[in-house]
């Protein structure tokens, strides 16, 4: 009864505290009671659309053009960098051919009868003056021959060995710096071997402006050094053997020597000096990543595309290079393409953000606006939905529905504040006469409940000591049986785990004879990775000799001039072929012997392997025991718990009779207690409830009358 009071009378003042609340805030200030104010236009959801769909249309066009053009010029200069890198390739091939046919002609000299006769001849002390020119001029129009019968060579020389030399010299012009110059070093150095000499304006012995070949002058017959043999070739030669080569416009091909000087590039005036481009410095700083034979650099701000290749027969490197920006200019009209795109891009998206300002923004600026009115108490705004069935149709739809249920609800108040106002009054009196009675009986029920506390107070005491002894004795017994179910799972666990061990020990005997079994397949493959080793040095070897007999058969095709043109191409397929199946051997060969050095691994961790799995097998058997012997320890230890749970058990049923006899006496107690508080609180409650009453009718009729004021400011 004193709970539903309380409750009754807490929910009222609440009421009362809530309506008066409401009445307050629908209360309009002065800026509420104003015009709509007009929110910032550049946060409104219209712009905001419209400015995504703007930039995301904008950035996509960019970003794909940018691409576009970036991927253009990346293919392209892909593209001619292949074939640059093959035109070049064909051109060094034409040009080691050019000069293989010039060794080979300065061998053919060496290997001329009449030269060596005349020259054996010429150092002859007995022969007269007039026999020692016969045989000068008999050499000297030997060497002519062989220089008129090809036009890229300027001159043939003979230089003696020093100044004083009494061999033939060819010509009575040969400067004394030459006997002195690094070249006559490096020449005699190379003890008959070809050596060649990069392009010089003075020339090296006759004829300006040329580069050559020397090699020491053996006589054939008497083994005799003679001198030295000095074929000089016109610097115009290599222009007709390129035979205009480009690689693109505004392309430069130049021949460059060790020293990155020019040996060629088509003007006369940069000979002997540096390659602007280093080819010999970017070739030994990227040796490891430039198998592809080509690379960018810049010169002078432009970035240019360079393609080489080393000439075998002379060490020089025939480069080329070109602009990348004059490759790619044609791709550079993407550019504007793509300028074109963003325009109409930027146009169709201005179009398209202006449809949904109107179709989304415009429809929610209104929805705004008239909320705000509803908001200020005008609840007969409506919004017009039109046709649109869309989410802004159904949203104003809503708004209608939910203004329609706002005026319903302030009608239904309205009438409800006049009803609460007129009980109000009557709650008022009515609560005036319970207040005087319940004060008279407030004062009577005090006395006798002051005696029934003293009762209640020394029931509770012992009552309270016999559920202690009870709360221990209930935990004694749950903690004998938590002892006796884990003892069980114990039991249970120990059994499972020796049937684990059992398995355990059988898979590992498996694993060990598997891994035995595993031993012995390896080394049988390592006996036929071998057997393949020895098969690809067999392959080797006949790729070597392959490659040898197209070499000869180039230099015979050579020799036969136009009639062995097609044999020449025919060798030199077969060339390539050796050259590509001995590329693949040793990639066999690599991938072999790396299988053997992994299997050798494998052998060896799989030894190491064995013994540890031996170990293994006696600490399963080991680990068996162990769980054997804690099963039977665990049996003993589970009967003993059992006799100690019946003796608690026992225990327990004689401290619950115990229990209930002095519950008893402290319900009765209690009982009597609580019926005398009961009657002097609900006493005192009364009385307090009562002047309650009467503040609470009074503040209900102010309320009241707040409501009905608030209420009328609405317009419906």
């Not at 003993?636 to 006899?661: H, P, R, Y």
């Amino acid at each position: 009864m004193k709970d539903k009071r309380t409750q009754w009378l807490s929910r009222l003042t609440g009421a009362f505290d809530k309506a008066k609340r409401q009445g307050n805030n629908t209360t309009p200030t002065s800026r509420e009671r104003g015009a709509v104010t007009v929110q910032n236009p550049l946060r409104s959801v219209g712009l905001t659309l419209f400015l995504l769909f703007f930039i995301s249309i904008i950035v996509m066009v960019v970003v794909v053009g940018i691409l576009s053009a970036q991927i253009s010029k990346g293919i392209i200069t892909d593209k001619v960098s292949e074939a640059s890198k093959e035109t070049i390739v064909q051109a060094a091939d034409k040009i080691d051919f050019f000069f293989e046919n010039i060794e080979n002609m300065s061998v053919q000299i060496m290997s001329d009868d009449v030269i060596a006769d005349n020259l054996t001849k010429y150092k002859e002390t007995t022969l007269s003056a007039y026999d020692k020119l016969q045989a000068g001029a008999t050499i000297t129009n030997r060497l002519k021959n062989y220089v008129m019968a090809n036009n890229k060579i300027a001159d043939i020389n003979v230089v003696p060995l020093t100044l004083e030399s009494t061999s033939y010299k060819s010509s009575t012009s040969i400067k004394e710096e030459v006997f002195k110059s690094a070249w006559m070093e490096d020449i005699k150095k190379a003890d008959g071997r070809a050596v060649w000499l990069p392009t010089l304006k003075a020339g090296y012995v006759t004829t300006p402006n040329t580069f050559a070949v020397g090699r020491v002058l053996r006589n054939i017959k008497t083994s005799t050094i003679e001198g030295i043999l000095v074929v000089e070739l016109k610097e115009s030669s290599l222009k007709e053997v390129l035979n205009g080569l480009s690689i693109g416009e505004g392309s430069q091909i130049g021949i460059v020597s060790q020293t990155n000087k020019v040996v060629w590039n088509g003007n006369t005036e940069s000979l002997e000096s540096d390659y602007p481009i280093n080819i010999v410095a970017d070739t030994t700083k990227y040796k490891e990543v430039r198998e592809t034979n080509d690379f960018e650099t810049s010169v002078n701000g432009d970035t240019k595309l360079v393609v080489y290749d080393k000439l075998n027969r002379s060490n020089w490197f025939l480069g080329g290079n070109v602009s990348i920006n004059e490759l790619t200019k044609e791709a550079s009209k993407i550019n504007t393409v793509i300028w074109i795109c963003v325009l109409v891009s930027a146009a169709v998206a201005s179009v398209l953000g202006f449809l949904v300002m109107r179709m989304i923004g415009a429809p929610l600026v209104t929805m705004r606006n008239l909320m705000m009115q509803g908001a200020q108490g005008n609840l007969v705004v409506r919004t017009k939905v039109g046709s649109r069935r869309d989410e802004i149709g159904q949203l104003g739809e809503s708004f209608n529905r939910m203004m329609e249920q706002i005026t319903q609800l302030v009608r239904q108040t309205s009438a409800s504040a006049q009803e609460v106002l007129n009980t109000a009054a009557e709650l008022s009196d009515a609560s005036r006469k319970t207040a005087l009675s319940a004060k008279e009986i407030s004062i009577a029920t005090e006395e006798i409940a002051s005696g029934a506390s003293s009762l209640a107070v020394e029931a509770e005491r012992g009552n309270d000591l016999t559920s202690n002894i009870n709360v221990k004795v209930a935990q004694v017994v749950a903690s004998n049986q938590q002892m006796e179910v884990s003892s069980n799972e114990v039991m249970k666990s120990s059994e499972q785990g020796k049937m684990y061990m059992s398995e355990l020990i059988t898979k590992t005997n498996t694993t060990e004879e598997m891994t035995r079994s595993m031993v012995e397949k390896v080394e049988k493959l390592q006996e036929s990775t071998r057997s393949i080793r020895k098969i690809l040095d067999v392959l080797h070897s006949m790729t070597k000799q392959t490659n040898i007999l197209s070499l000869n058969a180039t230099i015979e095709a050579a020799r036969a001039g136009a009639a062995g043109k097609g044999f020449m191409v025919v060798a030199d397929e077969i060339r390539k072929l050796a050259d590509q199946s001995k590329q693949s051997i040793d990639v066999v060969a690599q991938i072999t012997d790396t299988i053997q050095h992994e299997i050798k691994d494998t052998v060896t961790v799989l030894s190491e392997a064995y013994p540890l799995f031996q170990e293994q097998i006696s600490s399963v058997k080991y680990t068996d025991e162990i769980f054997k012997q804690v099963a039977e320890r665990m049996g003993s230890f589970t009967v003993q718990l059992q006799d100690v749970t019946g003796s608690i058990q026992q225990l327990k049923e004689s401290q619950s009779i115990l229990s209930d006899a002095m519950s008893n006496v402290s319900a009765v107690a209690e009982e009597s207690s609580a019926t005398s508080e009961e009657v002097a609180s609900l006493s005192t409650e009364q009385l307090s409830i009562s002047s309650g009453l009467v503040k609470l009718s009074e503040k209900l009729e102010e309320l009241s009358n707040s409501l009905k004021e608030s209420l009328s400011k609405f317009t419906i």
